[in-house]
């Protein structure tokens, strides 16, 4: 349990002295100007605020997803190429334990960047409305699950492939999970009358997470209430789905050569 | 249960690339007794990396096994006697040898009450103390290598797993270390090392073994693999040369055994070549390894032609 946190610890730790933190104080500056910058185009104050939380929380999501993808695929990759993983794992500790770490403490730094960008952008517009919206944390909390979500199966994927290929294929995972169904109904289906590709994008539907579940932009941009449940149920699906992949590429991990 | 530090039992490892299996170990026996610095020599790809990874339970045997004292390798058990210096020892370079040791400590699960004792005493025997608290990024390779053996030493292990110790380290610190290890023998901890420096084998270790294409070649204490035997060396010019010598090189040189090196004198005069120099030398290992090598790899070659 303690080797899990410690190396949760030195993992999150070793993210941070990666340049790719630096991208994310970046983005939390541009977050925080952002709501003045929209302002000056505005017309009137409702306006104002539907495209801030619009603009700013599709743009935390990308990110968050920018990152996992990056950081999911190669943290356990790096570990192998730059051999820092022979004295870790010449320990008397599990490799799942050793998985379980890195994912956590990958999941860790990506969620803390989530939430930083959202509370710069918070405070961005509760400088200028005088309102503190605390409503965009609900929406964050889904997009912190829904990237961690993605460092595991880009994880997963890492112990399998390359980091370039566990990327793209954790990346295709996201695009068929995250595809909203009015897309493949109308775009797909019966504007462009790809039939096959729009079957084959529900068949694979079926096997991968529903990202769709995780974001809460809608709702929150437009003051509509979550239920608390919502958010439990939320993480829960989120938990579980980690778990089977984390267990997949631990299965696969346990008897690897390294 | 073999009273055994290191067992190794008809250890096989078969490698499946692209281009086809490739056998790392073939059945590969050895014995390494507690308390012993061992040296374990061989050329790269000889196999040494590989048998250390399958004790390590960094990579699976495909036949045979390997015990460490007694405890299956790769096992949780064994894992907790190891202390492990990897051939290419890279650590998170942000962190000081201090925060190193303590994530070490903790990883091998040394009691809380323990850890800061065990990693001053680490750092003790490296010489690291006054260091302790710099980055690694700003350690020489020397001091890199005395911070990697500190952190196989944290958990206090009976055993401890060298992979390449001085390998690419100046004359200098190639000396600390032989010196550390020297240490370490008096806390009666096992010292398994591989290593391309023969002086250095036959300078600390008790016993040595040379492996080479997978299996072991030879295995003792360094007379035991030396035979304390002398050669001859012998430098020629061949002034009316009537039939000559296999044994004397296009250069003129020439190396017999001390026994044989009347008669071979003799026949290189008939012959009519001029002796312009002649000295004695002990056999090394650095000779028995050449000799060992070069043989199986004529044996191999003459085989692969027939």
Redesign the interface.
Known sequence: M??FL??AR?QL??NI?RQVHLVTLFMAAAMLILPAYVNAFSMGLKAFGLVTKDFGLTAISYYGIAMALLLGSSVVPRDIE???I?????????RVTYLGGQFLGTAVLVSGSVFLLTMCMGLGIASLSREWDSGLFAAAWGYSLESALVVAICMCFSVFASPPLAGVLGFFVYTIGGMPNAFIQFFLREDRGALWVADGVEALQRFVPNFAIFRLKYPVVHGIPIHPEYHLAESLYAFLWILMFLLIAGIRFE?K?? | MSGYAIDFQGLTKTFRTLRGPVEALRGLDLQVKPGEIFGYIGVNGAGKSTSIKVLLGLIRATAGAAWVFGEPAGSLAARRKIGYLPEVANYHEFMSAAELLMVHARLAGVPRALQAERCRDALDVVGLTARKHSRISEYSKGMKQRVGVAQALVSDPPLLILDELTSGLDPFAQRDLRDIMTRLKERNITVFFSSHHMSEVEAICDRAAIIHRGTLQACGTIPELTENRERVEMLWEAVHVSEPLSQISSLGEAAVATEGAHDFLQLALSRGYRLKRMNTKRTNLEDVFHSITRRIDEEVGACSLS
Request: hydrophobic share 35%; charged share 30%; glycine share 4%.
């Open positions: 303690f080797s410690e190396i030195v730790l070793e002295r730059r051999k820092t022979y004295p870790i794992l010449s320990r008397p500790l599990g008897t050569d390294l």
